[in-house]
């Protein structure tokens, strides 16, 4: 990760009072398991003479006390953030967004999902209850090409009923999957045989269209990816990645997983690589790019008459934009929501926090 970014946030914590309270307390009780109370104790003199001769218009012996605490909270603080980021990538049960490959009968590209709840690592040691499509969060990619016959068979294990909604699929009436107008619902128990032919090419979604606020917050989401017939030649790329933005009932999340155990996108010097964002939260979230730039190429799967460049994309809620990057400056790259309060907190980086590993 850069600096740059880490000074950025540390500076806004450090701003904010209550955070700083509440750091301060936290901070005495993993300096004590980190042994830095113990290193402190063992130098106090040599550690305020640094503090002092670094802090301009501190002249009273009496303050060397106080600036030997605020060096060793601020010890301790990097403490944190540092284990946090060395964490990255940390290993978790479960991975969502996983290629769902179809059966085929009679030339239909059938895919079928079973919904129910289950328990969800969201980040090491923390497991939320998530509702999931085939046990993962987000549910299964569902890749078809344009003009494909596809079937969605669902199978409904939960304790409510539910429905699918193919949001941004330009397909007929009835298969819209909107309860009390185009179908009723699916109840506990009961399957549900959806089946279109795949109109318009781009990067689409699923998720449940009933009591949504509350059943694509704990997850019933995923991808529905649509390969156009004739690619444009910028979309000829090494590497496709797909990023599904939440903030529902597992926190801020990429891919259904929170920093330091969201996955990097790793690419090679020189390599051309294609990322699908998608929000299936109710915030925006503008996810920041350190160290290149972005072509957004589709807004939603229509091609943008005239690509634009950009290092920061605003994502609302519902929004797919497709971007194209040149990895040409290679490193690790923080990439990040930059909404501060969904990246970093006191203690370090959390949430819609990944990298982008350009290795030469
Ligand atoms: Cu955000």
């Not at 085929?104 to 969201?122: C, H, M, N, S």
């Not at 085939?134 to 079937?151: A, I, S, Y």
């Not at 199978?155 to 193919?166: A, D, G, K, R, V």
């Not at 999340?253 to 964002?277: C, H, M, Q, Y």
């Amino acid at each position: 990760m850069s600096d740059s970014s880490l000074t950025d946030s540390n500076i806004a914590v450090l701003e904010q009072p209550t955070s700083r309270r509440r750091f301060l307390r936290d901070a005495s009780v993993t300096a004590l398991v980190a042994g830095v109370a113990t290193a402190c104790k063992a130098a106090p003199a040599q550690r305020a003479r640094t503090a002092v001769a670094t802090m301009p218009g501190v002249t009273q012996a009496g303050d060397v006390a106080g600036a030997a605490a605020i060096r060793a909270a601020a010890d301790a603080m990097d403490a944190m953030h540092e284990a946090r980021m060395k964490a990255f990538p940390a290993k978790t049960a479960g991975k969502g967004c996983q290629v769902l490959d179809p059966r085929i009968e009679d030339g239909v590209k059938v895919f079928e999902l079973t919904a129910r709840k289950i328990k969800w690592e969201t980040e090491p040691g923390t497991i939320v209850d998530a509702w999931a499509y085939n046990g993962q969060v987000p549910g299964p990619q569902l890749r078809v090409r344009e003009g494909d016959r596809v079937r969605i068979v669902l199978h409904n294990q939960l304790p409510e009923s539910t429905s699918i909604h193919f949001h941004g699929l330009e397909i007929p009436n009835a298969q819209d999957g909107v309860p009390f107008v185009t179908q009723p619902p699916i109840k506990p128990g009961q399957s549900y045989t959806y089946e279109f032919t795949a109109a318009n090419s781009g990067s689409h979604m699923y998720h449940s269209h009933h009591d949504s606020t509350k059943q694509v917050g704990l997850g019933l989401l995923g991808a529905f990816i649509v390969a156009p017939k004739q690619p444009m030649a910028i979309e000829r790329v090494d590497k496709d990645f797909v990023l599904i933005l939440n903030d529902g009932m597992g926190g801020y999340t990429l891919n259904g997983k929170s920093f330091p155990a969201t996955e990097p996108l790793v690419a090679k010097l020189g390599d051309r690589i294609r990322i699908r964002f998608m929000n299936e939260g109710t915030m925006i979230h503008p996810m920041h790019l350190h160290g290149m730039h972005m072509t957004i190429i589709t807004k939603d799967g229509w091609p943008l008459p005239a690509p634009y460049r950009c290092d920061t994309l605003n994502v609302a809620p519902g929004d797919r934009w497709d971007a194209i990057i040149e990895c040409n400056n290679p490193g690790t790259w923080a990439f990040h929501c930059h909404i501060l309060p969904h990246a970093e907190s006191d203690h370090g980086m959390f949430g819609m926090v990944t990298a982008l590993v350009v290795q030469q």
